[in-house]
């Protein structure tokens, strides 16, 4: 696996992938790398012929410095964990790389990039559409993968995609869970034993949720999940939502393709989940 910190350095390498004809996927990451992310290697493997993965903490999508001082940063392990993937690239820029000094551009993605995570955390989204859409160019890949596990990232990622006429594919994959459920998150090293007993309670209310709304009840029911959160020790719910699966509009009754999505705190964490729902006879 080769290693390269500049844009010059990595287009080199992509130059040359292009002039042997090869299709080229990358996934984009902030590090800390765990079964989720591989997951998204093992699909561009899948699907491209060179896979780039990408390691920057992005502080542009941080809205809380203290969020970003302890977020953790493990460039040797993340390398010694890619190494039987086949991965032909790791770029991993410093901050000057990607934000030279008189940066001065936002990409902004409206939308569907309002409410959910977007209510809670301003300028989250502008940050991750920036560092996205400079990753895309850099890379100039054919492919780029993102998990569902941060559904409001993805859909903001593939209007930008469309909206910009960036010429890559946008692949969403599905969420890599421990067996009880909890979605693997880099977050989740920040819980104590004792949270991490609590946290598969996010998941399992919203299981619980999507089979009342399948049941034909209204969004009432979410208040219910809510508190069945909140019962299991986390200290705050942000929010538990019903939404359209596509442009992520709010939705009061499961009366078509949607997505079930909450955030809660736990501990120093904020862990954020989400399921597919279907009407029943969709499936
Ligand atoms: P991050 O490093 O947290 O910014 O995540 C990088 C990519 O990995 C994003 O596309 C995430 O959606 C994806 N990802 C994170 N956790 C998971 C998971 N548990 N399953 C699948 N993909 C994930």
């Known amino acids: 696996m080769l290693t390269a910190r500049t844009v010059p350095d990595l287009r080199r390498l992509v130059r040359a992938w292009r002039r042997a004809g090869s ?3 990358v996934v984009p990451t902030m590090g800390a790398l765990h079964a989720g992310h591989l997951s998204l290697a093992a699909a561009s ?9 990408t390691l920057f903490v992005n502080p542009k999508q941080f809205n809380d410095p203290a969020d970003l001082d302890r977020y953790p940063r493990t460039e040797e392990s993340d390398r010694e964990t890619l190494a039987p993937y086949g991965i032909d ?4 820029p410093p901050p000057e790389v990607m934000y030279p000094a008189g940066f001065a551009t936002n990409i902004s993605v409206s939308g569907v990039t309002e409410g959910l995570c ?3 955390r301003p300028g ?3 940050g991750v559409a920036t560092v996205v859409s400079k990753l895309l160019i850099q890379t100039g890949a054919d492919f780029a993968f993102f998990g569902e596990k941060d559904y409001q990232q993805l859909a903001a990622i593939r209007r930008m995609a469309r909206d910009l006429d960036l010429p890559v594919g946008i692949v969403g994959c599905p969420t890599v869970r ?14 104590s034993p004792e949270e991490r007993a609590c946290a598969p309670a996010l998941h399992r209310a919203l299981v619980m949720a999507a089979g009342r709304l399948r049941n034909g009840e209204d969004t009432a029911c979410l208040a219910a999940a809510a508190a069945e959160i909140a019962a299991a020790g986390f200290s ?18 499961l009366d078509r393709p949607a997505r079930l999505l909450a955030a809660a705190r736990l501990g120093s964490a904020r862990l954020i989940d ?7 006879g969709c499936d």
Do not use: C, W
Request: glycine fraction near 4%; charged fraction near 30%.
């Open 23 to 25: 299709s080229i996927g």
């Open 274 to 280: 989400n399921i597919a729902v279907e009407p029943a």
């Open 118 to 120: 977007g209510a809670d």
């Open 178 to 191: 421990d067996p009880d459920g909890l979605a693997l998150s880099s977050r989740n090293a920040l819980l």
């Open 124 to 126: 989250h989204f502008d």
């Open 89 to 92: 690239l790791l770029f991993a």
């Open 236 to 253: 705050a719910v942000d929010y538990v939502e019903l939404r359209d699966a596509e442009d992520l509009a709010p939705m009061q009754r």
């Open 45 to 53: 493997r899948k699907r491209a012929d060179r896979t780039i993965v």
